[in-house]
């Protein structure tokens, strides 16, 4: 239990990291794409957490998949929770721009902070694993430079389980968006909890290029253009693809709506109808 104690120590304090950022820049709005930088920050880093206790865990600290399955349940709905609108995930971020809610320079602002919050991120949970706290820790200190790759299948195949993955998690984000943030954080934790472990032994659903580059982009058996091309243009796709469905155009690109046909909102009353064919 004392390699538990010391990871959920590190999620706390990671925790509080984010809550402090977030609540100093509420006094700057102006400056709110830092938001996403401690967003990310937060998923990357306790995701790598995550991570060290299924691929050590087990062995070293009796920690089973079900203790695994709650912890990053927890840590999503933390997440979900304490950044609320700063998703710390490129794709959201563009999604808002394509659907016209946010302009370049934000959107071009977020996406760097949120990689930028990645790669600190990754320095920090270095920087944790080299202190040794426990028997976990200092085996994953062992394994860093040779870490295991998420991607466990060919390109072709990784790209179309992130593309499958984006476009069910954008297609359900999508339709829970205007619902309470009691009902919709809670269903997407549990939502992209579901998605990872289906895909373990694919490419982990990452759903977030951020994200996968702090937790794989650094490991070895494929280069960087490959996971690029799998992470980054596969979730991409996907999630074009589920706005395209959902609103039957995608705002940025098509005024016109190519799927759907677009009613009136407002009916003639059958006595107008009516009153017309006497005339």
Known sequence: MSGLNASLGYFLAVVIFAAS????????????????FASSF???????????????????????????VTILF?????HGMIC?????NPNMALLKFL??????????LAITAQFFGAHFAIFVAVYYWNMELTDMHMIKNLMARECSTSLMVSLLQGFFTECVCALIFTLIYLNLQRRSA?????????????LSYSARGYTSAYINPSLAYGLT???PGFTFIEYAVVYWLGSLTGMATALFLYM?????????????????????PKGDKADKKKM
């Open 182 to 194: 009691l009902v919709r954080v809670p269903l997407i934790a549990v939502l992209l909890t579901f």
């Open 21 to 36: 950022v977030r609540t100093l820049i509420k006094k700057w709005p102006r400056i709110g794409f830092i938001l996403e």
């Open 84 to 88: 609320g609108a700063a998703s710390g």
């Open 217 to 219: 982009f650094h490991c």
């Open 248 to 268: 039957g155009h995608i705002p940025r690109i098509f005024a016109r709506n190519l799927l759907y046909l677009q009613k009136t909102r407002f009916r003639v």
């Open 99 to 108: 659907q016209l809610e946010a302009t370049t320079l934000p959107t071009l």
């Open 74 to 78: 927890v840590v999503l709905l933390t």
């Open 42 to 68: 937060m998923l990357v880093a306790c995701w790598l957490e995550v991570q060290t206790v299924v691929e050590v865990g087990e062995w070293a600290g009796g920690l089973g998949p079900d203790v695994t």
